[in-house]
């Protein structure tokens, strides 16, 4: 992955993919802020390692994360990065512990495509309750549109594995929308074809 190394990343297939991958290089390329930051779901701390790469003091951002084993894992890749990382917290982001108003930005990143509707609504509430009011946030989605995605998408039903959902990106804006957001910008992975793009990365800000 692009500037950082990944040698101590346990499961590789699952982390990463060339999409997952993808994202969160995109992602981290998009933030060009300074505040308080909370990476929701960081698991192995990927995305703030690739954030400390780019120069970001990550002594401000926060990681949070419900595997314990992950969490550790974070560690070994930072300190395979020889970055000192960021504060690690374990807990659950549907009852995320924070106060309100509390962070400038927040990634959510490979993380939408494993929740139904209604838990998605669920905690897109939650994440707003923590973000202060134009507060912004990077978030994904896997592509409905994508033919690639479509076929992938349809051997894993199939199969019976872990659950799936993508998203057309119009319909994904009307989800953001009831959930308070404005979008602000949209990046396509890959080429930029709404039929070809596997998913794509959105900044979002909190409506004030
Ligand atoms: C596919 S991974 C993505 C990890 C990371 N954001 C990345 O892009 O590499 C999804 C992550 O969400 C975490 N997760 C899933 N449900 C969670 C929950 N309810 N609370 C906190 N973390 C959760 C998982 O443990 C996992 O690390």
Not at 71 to 88: C, I, S
């Amino acid at each position: 992955m692009k500037g950082i190394s990944t040698e101590v990343v346990s499961n590789k297939k699952a982390f990463l993919g060339w999409i997952s991958s993808k994202v969160r290089e995109k992602a981290a390329e998009m933030y060009n802020e300074k505040g308080k930051v909370l990476d929701i779901g960081c698991g192995n701390g990927l995305l703030i390692a690739m954030l400390g790469a780019k120069g970001v003091d990550t002594s401000g951002i926060t990681g949070m994360d419900y595997s314990s084993r992950l969490l550790y894992e974070a560690r070994d890749v930072f300190n395979a990065n020889l970055q000192k990382g960021a504060p690690l917290i374990h807990g659950n982001f549907f009852d995320l512990p924070f106060k309100d108003n509390t962070f400038d930005d927040l990634f959510l990143l490979n993380t939408t495509m494993n929740l139904e509707d209604a838990d998605l609504e669920e905690l897109l509430a939650e994440v707003s309750r923590i973000l202060l009011p134009g507060g912004r946030m990077y978030l994904d989605i896997r592509n409905a549109e994508s033919h690639i995605i479509k076929w992938r998408y349809l051997i894993n039903m199939k199969r019976g594995n872990v659950f799936v959902r993508a998203y057309k990106l119009d319909e994904f804006r009307k989800v953001l929308k009831r959930a308070g957001f404005n979008v602000l910008a949209v990046e396509y992975i890959g080429l930029k074809s709404r039929f070809i793009t596997p998913a794509y990365v959105l900044k979002v800000s909190k409506e004030r």
